[in-house]
């Protein structure tokens, strides 16, 4: 019966021993960060935050994870690299342009009367934006190209006017005779 009872007290003795070794082999790699602890083979602490990871750094005060993000000029951008700034924040310029401190989709925007617009489908005359491409300027306004004319300084509705002395004319309905217009398709004879 003795034999039993030295054999119970050296199988808790080991056990103690087991479980002691197993909490301060644990203990060893709990490593404090703020009001908790990491593991730094497998986790970062970054001002007092335990994150998942190796590589975390601070940018500007912000933390950042090094293997997804950079810092540039003190702001955490995801990628590889950084990218160029327009006003508070930045745009790709193989996809994108910057336009009056704004990031805009596209590579051909412009300013009209200190607003942003789209070159490949807005026109930009006389200070103001127009929907579609085709506008000049025509006397004090402007008109479309593509479906207007312009004679005299005036906006036509129609393509082809053309000046009959002081005034214009449509000749596809039209005729210009000595300086004067007549209705339809008239000879003029000198």
């Known amino acids: 019966m003795q034999r039993l009872h030295i054999w119970v007290a050296g199988a808790v003795l080991l056990i103690s021993i ?3 070794v197993t909490v301060i082999g ?3 790699t709990c490593v404090p960060c703020g009001d908790s602890c990491y593991d730094p083979s497998t986790q970062s602490c ?5 994150y998942d990871g190796l590589r975390w750094g601070v940018c500007k005060g912000v933390c950042f994870n090094m ?3 950079v810092c540039c000029n003190g702001v955490p951008v995801n990628g590889t690299r950084c990218l160029p700034s327009c006003g508070d924040s930045f745009y790709n310029p193989t996809t994108q342009s910057c336009c009056q401190g704004e990031p805009k989709d596209g590579l051909l925007w412009g300013v009209c009367g200190g607003i942003c617009y789209d ?3 807005e026109t930009c ?7 579609g491409t085709g ?3 025509c006397g004090d306004t402007c008109y479309n190209t593509n479906n207007q004319s312009c004679c005299l300084g ?3 509705d129609g393509k082809g006017y053309t000046k009959c002395g002081d005034t214009c004319y449509n000749p596809k309905t039209e005729s210009c005779c000595k300086g004067k217009v007549s209705e339809g398709k008239v000879e003029c004879t000198y």
């Open 46 to 50: 970054c001002q007092g935050e335990v």
């Open 125 to 131: 005359c006389n200070n103001q934006i127009y929907p």
């Open 154 to 156: 005036e906006v036509y």
């Open 18 to 20: 087991l479980v002691s």
């Open 26 to 28: 644990a203990n060893q």
């Open 67 to 69: 293997e997804q993000q």
């Open 119 to 121: 070159l490949t489908n």
């Open 135 to 137: 506008w000049q300027k």
